[in-house]
């Protein structure tokens, strides 16, 4: 028992995701573990996680968990799962290679919406944007990156998922994915089809419409770039399950197609 304690410790610091002792139990996130020691050995460059909860951040935790070690290397990110806040620390080396603000801006676009379920991606997403960008100002190659999805930050797609109004469904889809799935459609559809047309009629609804196209391209454009990475284990395990029940979808979109169809065009006001 004592030499697996040892072991997964020390598993654990060569990851370089930490858990204090009074965290809850989590999954090590394997992409994160991979690229954070490869980028280490290659540039020495070390990104530590601190996950943590009820972090009351000052010089004296931080010193708990620096413990005397050198940390112009580092780039520390705390992570509070209970209060889902961050709180971060670059040593001095760090910040030619990633300006304070810019890693400011990555950590909370990618902290966002910290759940659970979708924790262990979030952080392997952080981990593989920030290797990736320091890698490349460092010149080096890391054979972790490949076949990885490393969010593109820097693009002006992934820009608007910070900005209104698409910042909202961001959010919005992290809170309910599924809720989401179903409701926004038809909450956007209101909002620049019926609603226009009660207040200025057919002509203007018409117009609305295309809008209506326009800004539920551009919505779902921005979401598949925030979340891509976040739910692909999520969304292998759906395909899985909806693979098993296939037979019973294909029967009954056959049955009820006529009914689907006319429920549809009846509700959207499409022509049939």
């Known amino acids: 028992m004592n030499l697996t304690v040892v072991f997964f410790a020390a598993f654990l610091s060569l990851s370089g995701v930490e858990y204090r002792q009074n965290t809850e139990s989590a999954l090590l996130p394997p992409v994160a ?34 413990k005397g070690r050198k ?5 520390v990110i705390f992570i509070d799962k209970v209060k889902n806040k961050y709180y971060k620390f670059q040593g001095k080396n760090t910040t030619g290679l990633l300006g304070p603000d810019d890693l400011k801006y990555i950590i909370e676009n990618e902290t966002n919406g910290f759940s659970g379920l979708l924790f262990n991606e979030k952080l392997d997403s952080l981990s593989a944007v920030l290797a990736s960008l320091i890698s490349e100002k460092k010149g080096v190659t890391l054979k972790g990156l490949k076949g990885v999805y490393v969010k593109p930050v820097n693009s002006f ?3 608007l998922t910070n900005t209104p109004p698409f910042s909202f469904a961001v959010k919005a889809f992290y809170y309910r ?7 926004f459609p038809i909450v956007t559809w209101f909002v620049f089809v019926k609603a226009v047309e009660i207040l200025f009629g057919g002509q203007a609804a018409e117009k609305g419409i295309k809008v209506w ?7 779902f454009c921005v979401i598949i770039t925030r979340v891509l990475l976040d739910y692909n284990r ?25 009914e689907i169809r006319s429920f549809t065009f009846k509700f959207f006001g499409w022509e049939d």
Do not use: C, H
Request: proline share 1%; net charge neutral; glycine share 6%.
């Open 234 to 258: 999520l969304v292998g395990a759906i395909s899985a399950i909806l693979v098993l029940f296939m037979p019973f979808v294909a029967m009954g979109s056959a049955v009820f197609k006529d």
């Open 33 to 66: 573990g991979q690229l954070t020691g490869e980028l280490e050995s290659k540039t020495g460059i070390k990104i530590r996680f601190i996950i943590d909860k009820n972090i009351e951040y000052n010089s004296k935790y931080f010193q708990e968990v620096i």
């Open 177 to 183: 994915w599924y809720m989401f799935i179903s409701i």
């Open 71 to 75: 940390s112009d290397n580092d780039i």
């Open 213 to 219: 196209k326009v800004f539920l391209f551009t919505a």
């Open 157 to 159: 797609i992934y820009r």
